[in-house]
Every structure is written in structure tokens, then in C-alpha cells.
């Protein structure tokens, strides 16, 4: 017999698997946290946009509370060469962040030759004879190093556009980086900086083999995507399969984007056969979903049962990148919350603005405000503030003075997390700051 779970239940469950269905809490934030977040989501998404901060630095603050950035560069960047001994680059969801025991299962993307990153070496061996090689040469005798250091084996061609860039040189250090030739890690202002292997990692590159014929350290494909599955769902606690399958951007379907790939549906019953999870049906849910169930093992010590805490009883703003906001299907259905990220829309287009954070209430979305850090000033500009017409699916309406009180709460603290002096509230939008 399946079980039934309320939508408000499912959303309990995935808020606590997420970290965010009670109060921050009240101590300084450390290193631990940020070990805790790696190792429970499994991946921390990067993105260039600074209008308020930088992505990976704001699902740390949704859960945590204000914390020292420098203390969050160390961690995951490490020593001044880049080097950390917790955390790694890859492509996990998009350009990531992840802890340095998934590397193994991020093997299978490095050396996959249907990837488009890596598709980039037949171009450039027609463009550019011998560039690759040239830089990968340059990478191992002087890394780490930046685009900037490579640029001479290439010189630019074209000007640079407002959405690409055209430079050989950097894409032959993207082809390296994305196909494991060479880490990736973070400098100065975000830069990406590029090293070799034994020196970031220390573990020899994707293309390495031992004398048997294997690789050193990496998972067979089936293996590390079955392993990724298994993670979103800790990290989830509840969700239909193409909810687990997008936490790692894994393919729903078998074969497709990945013709060894076996498939979320063979995925999920391995982990229901496993003991990791069971199915059940969520009210109002078109297609059944797994919920999180069993203990961690020596296997999987990342592995936890889904609870539901009750009561969901926190406060956040969340970033267009925090997991909870990625899948668009599963805000829609569990928090009935229609959300783009209007960064690359035309401004005449937008409809809330450049870079509007959903507001979590309890286990509600109850709006969304368009923020920017106007450093210079020394304020958090409130460009338009928004309220959700409706409710959740099973929960009650939150009055506009709840929110409005709860939200100014959440943008004073985020100011002076940010170093800011003040907040200024634009006045657009319909719910009255």
C-alpha cells in the first residue's frame, strides 16, 4: 500500500531536508556549516552576477544567517593558489562548487565525449593547431593561472560581444577544465584561476590511466549517476523523479543526452530496492514521488531519512540559485509560485524586476523583491517588492502586515550582513514595504 502525504507535508519535508524550515540558528556561523551544506546538497551553484551577491554566497546566508565572507572564500577556494582540501569546481547544476568526495562521480562528465564543453577540441584543433596542448604545457609548469596568462598562445581575433566572447586561448583553458585535464578554482574578484591536478586535487587528471588499464580515481558512469540520484534525494527528502534527476542536471530519460545513461525511473528503484527510499503519493501530484527513508551507512554517510519537523517556522529570501528555486516545475507545484529569474529579459519585459529573491515565510512563498547592494551608497535598494496572490496548495493566506513585517525583519539583517547602512524602499510593485 502506498502512503499519502499532504502537499503542506511534502513541503515541510523538503524545507527540512533543505535547511530551512526552522529559525536560523543564533550562534556565529562556521566552517562546519558550510561542511554541512557541501556534504547535505552536494552542490553550491556559481554564477557572475554581483548586483547583490554572489550566488554561492547567498543559499549559505538563507540557512545560516550573516557570516564572514572571507572565512567562505578560504573554505572553498583554500590556500592563496586555490587549492582547497573540502571543496571542488565542476558542472554539478551548472557551474558548481561540490565537497571533494563527489569527484570521483563527476569523472564520468569529465571524460564524456557527447558533453558540448568538450565537443570545443575538434574547433579548436581546426582553429588553433596545437593550442590545447600549448596550454594545458602552460597550466602544469606555471599554474595556477588565469586567462589573462594564456592569451599570448591565442591572440583574440574579434572583439569581445556583450554575451560571448570569441577567445581561443580561454576556451581551450574551458575544454582542459571541463574534461578534468586540469582544476579550476577562484582568485581575486571571482577570477577563474586553472592548475594542475596533483597540485589542486592532489590526484592525478581525468585522462590518466593505471597500469591496468583503469582510472585511478574515478567511478564507472552508471555507478557515480546512481550515487548523484541517491544524493539529491537526502538532499531533497521528498520529490518526483524529475525533481531528484535536476539536482545534479542527470537525464530523466534512459539514453537520452547520455546514451549509457540508464534513466531517473531505473535510478529510483535501485534506491527503493536499497532501502533508501519509498514511494508515496502527494496530494495534488500528477506523478508519484520518493521520499527519503532508512539510515546512513558506511556507504552513504551522507544519507537522511526525511522528517517532517511539524511546523515549518523560518524566514528567508532566497537566491535565484538556491536549490529550492532551480526546478521551476516543483516551486510551481509545491509552493504554487510561477518564477523566472528575469536577468536576461529585456528590462521593457521584466515583470519584477532584474534580480528578484522569492521570499519564503513558514512553508509559504508568500513574494518576491528585486534587490540591489548599492555599495558606494551604503544601501540595500529595494527596487520593487511583490506579494503572491495566492496560497500554497493546503495553507492559509498570509495577511500582507505578516509578510511586510516578517520581510522588513529579513532586509535589515541582510543589510548588515552585507555591510550596508540602510535599506530604501523603491515603493513599485504591489505589496507595501
Known amino acids: 500500500m502506498t502512503d499519502t502525504v499532504t502537499a503542506a507535508q511534502s513541503r515541510r519535508v523538503f524545507l527540512n531536508a533543505q535547511g530551512l524550515a526552522r529559525k536560523r540558528p543564533s550562534r556565529a556561523v562556521s566552517e562546519r556549516d558550510f561542511a554541512a551544506y557541501l556534504s547535505t546538497q552536494g ?12 550566488a554561492h554566497y547567498l543559499p549559505l546566508y538563507s540557512r545560516f544567517g ?7 572564500d578560504a573554505y572553498l577556494w583554500g590556500d592563496a593558489r586555490g587549492h582547497s582540501a573540502h571543496a571542488f569546481e565542476h558542472w554539478g547544476h551548472e557551474a558548481s562548487v561540490m565537497p571533494r568526495e563527489l569527484l570521483p562521480a563527476m569523472y564520468h562528465r569529465m571524460v564524456d565525449g557527447n558533453s558540448w564543453q568538450s565537443r570545443r577540441r575538434e574547433r579548436l584543433d581546426r582553429e588553433r593547431p596545437g593550442l590545447v596542448d600549448a596550454a594545458r604545457e602552460l597550466v602544469h609548469s606555471a599554474g595556477p593561472v588565469v586567462g589573462a596568462d594564456v592569451s599570448h598562445l591565442a591572440p583574440r581575433e574579434r572583439r569581445k560581444g556583450p554575451w560571448w566572447d570569441n577567445d581561443h586561448a580561454k576556451d581551450a583553458l574551458e575544454y582542459l577544465f571541463i574534461t578534468g585535464k586540469v582544476a579550476a578554482s577562484r582568485g581575486r574578484h571571482f577570477t577563474r584561476t586553472y592548475d594542475a591536478t596533483p597540485r589542486a ?5 581525468a585522462d590518466a590511466v593505471s597500469p591496468d588499464g583503469s582510472h585511478p580515481w574515478g567511478l564507472p558512469a552508471g555507478q ?14 521528498i520529490g518526483t523523479v524529475a525533481d531528484l534527476c535536476d539536482h545534479f542536471r542527470l537525464p530523466l530519460k534512459a539514453g537520452k543526452n547520455a546514451p549509457d545513461a540508464a534513466g531517473g ?3 529510483a528503484a ?12 502527494v496530494e495534488g501530484w500528477k506523478t508519484p514521488a520518493l521520499m527519503a527513508i532508512g539510515e546512513p551507512s558506511h556507504d552513504a554517510p551522507w544519507h537522511r531519512a526525511a522528517t517532517d519537523p511539524g511546523r515549518a517556522t523560518g524566514a528567508a529570501l532566497l537566491s535565484p540559485f538556491d536549490p529550492v528555486c532551480w526546478f521551476r516545475p516543483r516551486l510551481k507545484r509545491m509552493f504554487a509560485m510561477d518564477y523566472t529569474i528575469e536577468i536576461y529579459t529585456p528590462a521593457a519585459k521584466r515583470t519584477y524586476g532584474y534580480y528578484c529573491l522569492p521570499f519564503l515565510l513558514g512553508d509559504q512563498m508568500v513574494g518576491r523583491v528585486d534587490l540591489k547592494a548599492d555599495r558606494k551608497a551604503g544601501v540595500l535598494r529595494v527596487q520593487s517588492a511583490w506579494r503572491e496572490e495566492g496560497a500554497a496548495p493546503g495553507a492559509r493566506r498570509r495577511s500582507d502586515r505578516e509578510i511586510t513585517a516578517a520581510l522588513r525583519t529579513e532586509l535589515s539583517l541582510m543589510a ?3 555591510g550596508l547602512d540602510e535599506v530604501e524602499i523603491a515603493g513599485h510593485g504591489n505589496l507595501s514595504v
Open 43 to 54: 552542490v553550491l551553484q556559481l554564477d557572475t552576477v554581483n548586483v547583490l551577491a554572489r
Open 66 to 72: 550573516a557570516y564572514n565572507l572571507q572565512r567562505a
Open 201 to 205: 586535487w592532489g590526484l592525478p587528471p
Open 224 to 237: 557515480a549517476r546512481q550515487q548523484l540520484f541517491d544524493r539529491a534525494l537526502a538532499a531533497c527528502g
Open 265 to 267: 525511473e531505473a535510478w
Open 270 to 281: 535501485s534506491a527503493v530496492e536499497r532501502g533508501l527510499a519509498k514511494w508515496v503519493e
Open 416 to 418: 548588515g550582513w552585507l
